[in-house]
């Protein structure tokens, strides 16, 4: 075969190739949690939640609900003294002595009927003494403030992690840098500013489900709507003090996670739960209200920025004080305040850094992951910081940005030295996209309009050595099986492997099936889905999978054939030789092998590929000064800019457009990167608009989607455009990395420096309600 | 709690059910008659992902009552493809990329379809409008409308 043929067939990747699973999912026929089938044992769980913010549990009576017919278990935390949490273990699988917030579990039960597991809640009763609740991260960070967490100094803890005890800190990460304090007096121009970012929730369509069952042998199996079935494998083994390998998780299709079903949540009770019925398998289905009150939440962010340049607008020092309410607990809490502390400057280049990035425990909801992992929270108030500073220093806003952005080699906030990055290029590309600088005409008298840039970036926030592994088996018609581990949650992760197994093996798109639904007890290792690494992590698990089922292949004909495997190739699924010319389909010899010459026998056998991919190169940060070789194993960055119209009698925000440009590394499927950029827009969009739990005294006012209002189709901007910035990941499959979260990382700010342009009004906490902005503009003095 | 028997068509077939009074016609289509695909996102008529056709208008399945649908015809997104044959809302959907996790998306094709039956040929505000009670956290829902534009044309 020539190069000539050769190029002639396509290599799916930069092919936007439909979904694997799009006909199941418009036919109503894909599977998730609450519709596989358990016949009629099945049994129904509901929970008791703390009523309270802070309060300690005296007494629980559980006789009456224990004697109602149907009533199959009840369990509290007496029962499980282990403890839960993925990097910090602070927290026991139902509460045993102390409930941390309203919603925190108490108890659970088990029934035969739903209607008789709400009827048994109503027949216990729970003693409180009621203590002062912690509401606000900055109160929580003194030193006098009602300790959450009196056993902190006693919990397991990664060694990344640094908890206060004694405090509610549960981790403090510092930066040290240059010499800020010498910095001051050497900038022209220095903005201050402190801003308030409100606890958000992740909000799937699919609320958390979950199905727990132990057999008479101890097995236990958990079926649920999961981000992370090793991770929830690992973590209930510790908490239960069974073996990992008793633990089998199967992760169905997942209507939605954005990191509320990573790490594990109420999974823990089911299964708890579960270990009370006899073998019978127990079913917990959050209610949307149990949703909102009980379920992961974004983290609250109190922020101080200081920043300053000097005339040319070059900056040169930062001072930023970040407060995180973790909530009640910290999964996740403890690493976004630690990815947020050294990334602390946002993508700048900036020489002199102090920051302060405290994660601290409030009698609020506990803490997950949400896409984007601290970055939209804190490049929120930064990107207005940077914007205003641009404003007064009498530069514009996309300049300041292409001045002070990472570019290859520059030297990050914590020493390592910058890979190349297409950063300035998004910007360079939004600002043309938006017609930046031009000033549209408002659409009527009483409105104005105003566009805004906001730049970002963000790593994968994970322990250094977060591992990817799978297989690639092939059959006697030729279909390629991949195993894997990670999660396909809409992004479209399944279809992003089938293309890359195609491509290293070099066989038709078509012809690749990915092994799912992924379970433990069958799927190979994969840390969690978070952190938008699977595209590059399991990515690159799969491609050393796909490559040594190539080379198996290869040997073998090259033994059969008498050639040197340097002459053949797998073009299309046939095995060729540039040599010889011979050719002949894999499926002709990947599970039987081939015979030797004369009928003398046979050579082969059934081909399984096997790779892996762990990064090996993340250095740990020195505990003062956050500096180190290697903090992170890659940032994407990009760019957002927005156009918007205020309307001066209501205050209401319209997003007219909205123009996103991102450095992907490579675009594995040009379309689905263009649906994260998409729906990432417009969930920051939602998130800048609409969205915040409100909470009084520790309490959720508006647990329904009437009163917590997310995006509808008619809030969706018609003119959205993506931009895909491709400069190659040095370790990424084909030079990809992620794109999952970054797409709402930039948008809140994006969207205030809009409102900023539009009305000259700075807003320093989301969402920019219609009321928040008319009162807004209204002190100052922009409408009367 | 008292049962009824109730008949009622789902998906063009005539059937015959148990239900008790209180049950949903959502859990009668998930529990009773095995027919999954409509999701249970809210169960307060918030989200839309159950939504299902009553005699050719869209509902919030978790709304009503199993028993007020005696005699009714109800479609699912069962029921849309015609005998494996996807209909023109569910290609278009596929072809426009409007499908991430796929939860919402049979509300949302029963709702999309429900406004094609009544008007063939909708603006883009009169899709918004259709749509608004059908909330997808994934997609921002431009790749939706696009899809129903589509599939109009498609009739």
């Known amino acids: 075969m020539t190069t000539e043929i050769k190029e002639r067939i396509p290599s799916p990747i930069g092919e936007s190739k439909p979904r694997l699973e799009n006909d199941q999912k418009v036919t109503g026929a894909a599977i998730f949690a609450d519709d596989i089938q358990f016949g009629n044992s099945l049994l129904y769980a509901r929970i008791m939640h703390s009523p309270h913010p802070h309060a300690l549990i005296k007494s629980i009576d559980t006789s009456k609900a224990e004697a109602l017919p149907g009533v199959k278990a009840v369990v509290t935390g007496a029962d499980f003294p282990g403890y839960l949490g993925l990097y910090l273990q602070d927290r026991h699988i139902f509460c045993r002595d102390r409930v941390r917030y309203v919603g925190d579990p108490v108890l659970g039960v088990a029934a035969t009927s739903e209607e008789i597991a709400v009827k048994a809640l109503d027949l216990i009763d729970v003693e409180y003494e009621v203590l002062e609740p912690v509401l606000n991260a900055e109160e929580g960070a003194k030193p006098d403030a009602p300790l959450i967490h009196p056993d902190l100094g006693n919990y397991k803890v990664a060694n990344f992690i640094f908890p206060q005890p004694g405090t509610n800190i549960s981790n403090h990460f510092k930066l040290r840098k240059g010499d800020v304090d010498g910095a001051w007096e050497k900038c022209s121009t220095i903005v201050e500013r402190k801003f308030w970012v409100p606890h958000i929730q992740h909000v799937p369509i699919e609320p958390h489900t979950a199905i727990a069952q132990w057999d008479e042998t101890g097995e236990i199996t958990l079926w649920a709507s999961s981000q992370s079935p090793f991770a929830q494998r690992n973590l209930l083994a510790q908490a239960l003090g069974v073996s990992q390998s008793s633990v089998r998780v199967i992760a169905p299709k997942i209507g939605g996670g954005f990191g509320c079903k990573a790490g594990i949540s109420m999974e823990a009770l089911v299964v708890a739960i579960a270990s009370k019925t006899n073998g019978r398998p127990v079913k917990l289905l959050l209610t949307r209200e149990e949703e909102f009150h009980t379920a992961f939440v974004r983290q609250e962010l109190i922020a101080y920025y200081k920043m300053g340049c000097d005339e040319n607008g070059k900056i040169l020092a930062m001072e930023n004080t970040y407060y995180w309410g973790g909530g009640a607990s910290t999964e996740y809490g403890v690493n976004v305040t630690r990815a947020a502390g050294y990334s602390c400057t946002g993508p700048y280049e900036v020489p002199n850094v102090k920051a302060d990035s405290l994660c601290v425990y409030t009698n609020h909801p506990v803490g997950g992951a949400y896409r984007g992992f601290g970055m939209p929270e804190m490049h929120t108030g930064l990107e207005q910081c940077v914007d205003e500073l641009a404003y007064k220093a009498g530069i514009d806003p996309v300049d300041i940005r292409s001045i002070n952005c990472v570019k290859e080699g520059c030297e990050t906030v914590t020493g390592f030295k910058m890979h190349p990055t297409g950063l300035s290029q998004c910007i360079e590309e939004t600002a043309k996209a938006i017609q930046w600088g031009q000033k549209s005409p408002a659409s009527a008298p009483n409105k104005r309009r105003g566009k805004g840039t906001a730049i970002m970036w963000k790593a994968p926030a994970m322990p250094p050595n977060a591992g990817s592994s799978a297989w690639v088996e092939l059959a006697e018609d030729g279909t390629v099986n991949v195993g894997l581990g990670g999660q396909d949650l809409g992004q479209g992760a399944f279809t992003v492997m089938a293309q890359m197994a195609a491509a290293a093996l070099g066989v038709p798109y078509e012809s690749v099936r990915i092994s799912s639904p992924v379970d433990t007890r069958y799927s190979p290792y994969e840390w969690q889905t978070v952190a938008s690494r699977l595209t590059w992590s399991m990515g690159n698990a799969v491609v050393a999978a796909a490559t040594d089922a190539r080379r198996q292949v290869l040997d073998l004909v090259s033994e059969a054939w008498d050639e040197d495997p340097e002459d053949l190739d797998i073009r299309d699924g046939i095995v060729v030789s540039y040599k010889s010319e011979q050719e002949q389909p894999i499926k002709d010899i990947v599970v039987y092998g081939l015979p030797k010459p004369d009928d003398q026998g046979w050579l082969g056998g059934p081909i399984i590929g096997r790779g892996k991919f762990m990064p090996s190169y993340v250095t740990g940060l020195d505990a003062e000064t956050g500096q180190g070789t290697r903090s992170v194993v890659h940032y994407t960055t990009g760019s957002q800019s927005v156009e918007v119209e205020v309307d001066l009698d209501t205050g209401c925000v319209e997003v007219l457009r909205g123009v996103s440009a991102f450095d992907v590394g490579r675009a594995i499927n040009p379309a689905l990167v263009e649906a994260q950029i998409e729906g990432g827009f417009v969930q920051g969009m939602s998130s800048a608009l609409f969205e915040e739990m409100i909470m009084v005294d520790g309490f959720m006012q508006n647990p329904s989607f009437v009163d917590y209002r997310i995006a509808t189709t008619t809030d969706a901007p018609s003119d959205l455009q993506s931009i895909i910035v491709e400069v190659p990941q040095d370790d990424g499959p084909w030079g990809a990395r992620g794109i999952g979260e970054h797409p709402m990382v930039p948008t809140v700010a994006a969207i205030a420096n809009a409102i900023y342009d539009a009305v000259g009004i700075r807003m320093m906490s989301p969402p920019f309600s219609a009321e928040k902005v008319y009162l807004a503009m209204l002190e100052a003095g922009i409408v009367e | ?155």
Not at chain 2, 16 to 38: A, H, P
Not at chain 2, 51 to 73: F, H, Q, R
Not at chain 2, 123 to 130: D, K, L, T, V
Request: glycine share 10%; proline share 3%.
């Open chain 2, 1 to 155: 709690m008292a049962y009824h028997k109730i008949t009622l068509t789902v998906n063009g077939e005539a059937e015959q059910v148990d239900v008790s009074s209180n049950m949903t016609l959502l859990r009668m289509l998930r529990e009773k008659m095995g027919k999954t695909g409509t999701k249970n996102g809210c169960a307060a008529g918030e989200c839309g992902a159950c939504t299902v056709m009553v005699d050719g208008e869209p509902v919030n399945s978790c709304m009503m009552l199993a028993i007020e649908c005696d005699g009714k015809e109800i479609v699912t997104v069962e029921g849309l493809a015609d005998n494996g044959h996807l209909a023109p809302i569910q290609e278009a959907i596929i072809d426009s990329g409007g499908v991430q996790c796929g939860f919402c998306t049979p509300g949302i094709l029963i709702a999309s379809q429900a406004l094609l039956d009544r008007n063939p040929n909708p603006s883009q505000a009169e899709i918004q409008e259709a749509l608004v009670g059908n909330l997808c956290r994934c997609t921002g829902y431009v790749r939706i409308i696009e899809a129903v534009q589509a599939a109009a044309k498609m009739v």
